[in-house]
Structure formats: structure tokens, C-alpha cells
């Protein structure tokens, strides 16, 4: 009978709404019943003793099972509060190791990390080293990372963070600044060959020039040096939104390309590539970290202070 007591009073305080407090409340009356005491019970908890009595006798009402019996001088369990001891005790200790796994979890990085980054020569040649170079700090951690330009839904396809250039900061999502990408001009000799350098940004209304991003936007050029700003209609024969195809499209001569700096070293180096107004650049574009919210776990966060500075150190 008390059996069915018990767990009829738990039900009922289950659907009267049971929240976290009551869950504290099963933690002190274990705490209680293991001191065999109130006032050990609240020296140990750090809570004074009529406050705990108070708590205790919350959670008899709730129940509405009477689960200790008080004397002055001890207390004893009744037999409902032996059942409800034993089962709170397994309750009690799950929820602390739960706790501590979670503690564990934000503190201490490590677990499956997914990534979503960009498709390009950016995500393959700067990124890639940097991915490389935080595993080796974080052996703990593994990694699941998804190449596309696609935008990503973080929550429903469990991405952790997703790096993406030029993307404005979605309202509905937390977004650090990572650092910027800076475009340069460059075309492969045998195009400037052919076609002639340009010696002044108004040059390159006679060239062909592969237009990054599509649409409007890329038709025109703001070109920069110091505090000189000259804005240029281009055009050409390509129009993309992939930084490493204006790379690759420009080594094969069709165009003049705007691209990153530091993604065309090799091709300057082998002579793929030329830089073109070298005095001149686009204005810079930035990277941003997008998490689905500002409370992450330590592999997300450090994962993201760990780009954040790398792309410090890049820029100066």
C-alpha cells in the first residue's frame, strides 16, 4: 500500500508541474537521511537547519506521503520514505554524474566537433592547416567537416559552427569576427601578354575581369590604396562565387581575378600567376565563426579562439 502511496503521490506531484526545485528537494532529503540529522544534514549542505526542515516537509506535502519520523533527539524513515530514499538515491547519483559528464564537456575540450566551412581554396589551403594544427593541441577532439557553400541550418542538422566569408551576421545566430580576407588582382602572364597590363584601376574597363560574387554587386569594382577609393565597372566572359575558381579560371588565362593574397603564393611563386595593380586592392571581406547560440562547450569555443587568433596574427 505504501508502494502504491508513494508513487500515486509522485504522479500527482509530477503533474501539478514538478520542476528543478523539487529535484534539489529529493538531493537535500538524501542528503538528510545519509546524515540521520538535520543539523548535520544542513552543516553539511551549508544551508540553515529550519530551512531544510522547511524543504523537507515542501516536499512530504507534495508527495503527500509522510516520509520521516522526527523526534527530538533523531529521525527515523518511515516505510514509504525507505522506498523513496532508495529510489531517490539512484536519481540523485545519475543527475551528479550527468552534472559532472557536463561540467566535463564545457571545461575540458574534447568530443565530435562538425564543422561546416566554405568549398574553396580557402576552406583546403588556409583553413586546412589551421584545422590540422589545433587537433595536434586537442587530441580529444575528432572532426566532422562539411565543405559547401550551402547555408547550413546549425540546429536541425547539428552543425557546431559554420565558417563562412562575406556573409553578413544572420540576427537569428551568434557570429564572431575571425579576421578578413584581402583581395588582390592577378592574371597569368600569358593573358597580360596578350591583352597588355594595366598600369590604372580605369584600365580595366578594356579587360576581361572574373566577376566574384554574382549579380549586380560584382559588375562593379571598388578598388583601394591608402586613402584613395576609385570605383570601375568590369566585365567579362565568367561571373562565380568561389574564390578558388577565379584562382584557377585566372591561371588559365581567360581574365584578370581578384583573390586572396595568401591563396595565390604557390601560383606567384611558379609563375601561374601575376599580380596586377599591385598597389591596389578590393576592400577586405570578412570570416565569421556562426554558432546557434553564445553558450557553447569547450570544443566549440576553443576551436573559435583558436581561429580568432590565428586570423589576429594573419592581419598584422
Known sequence: ????????????????????????????????????????AAESLGMPKSSLSRRIAGLEAAIRVRLLNRTTRRIELTEAGAIYFARCTDIVEAAGVAHEQLRELVESPRGLLRVSMVADDLGTIELAPLVAAFARRHPGITFEIDLSPRRVDLLSERFDVAIRVGEQPDSSLTARRLTTVQPYLYAAPAYLGGRGTP???????????IRLPLGASG???????????????????????????????????????AVDEIMVRDDIASGRLAPVL???????????AFTASRLLPAKTRAFIDFLAERGRKRAA
Open 1 to 40: 500500500m505504501d508502494n502504491i502511496r508513494i508513487w500515486n503521490g509522485l504522479f500527482h506531484w509530477l503533474d501539478s508541474g514538478g520542476d528543478m526545485e523539487h529535484l534539489r528537494d529529493m538531493a537535500l532529503f538524501v542528503g538528510v537521511v545519509n546524515a540521520m540529522s538535520f543539523s548535520g
Open 199 to 209: 598600369a590604372h584601376p580605369s584600365d580595366l574597363a578594356g579587360h576581361d575581369c
Open 219 to 257: 559588375g562593379r569594382w571598388t578598388l583601394l590604396r591608402g586613402g584613395e577609393a576609385i570605383e570601375i565597372a568590369v566585365g567579362g566572359t565568367f561571373a562565380l562565387n568561389n574564390m578558388g575558381m577565379v584562382k584557377r579560371l585566372a591561371a588559365l588565362g581567360v581574365g584578370i581575378g
Open 278 to 288: 599591385p598597389d591596389w586592392s578590393l576592400p577586405p571581406i570578412p570570416v565569421y
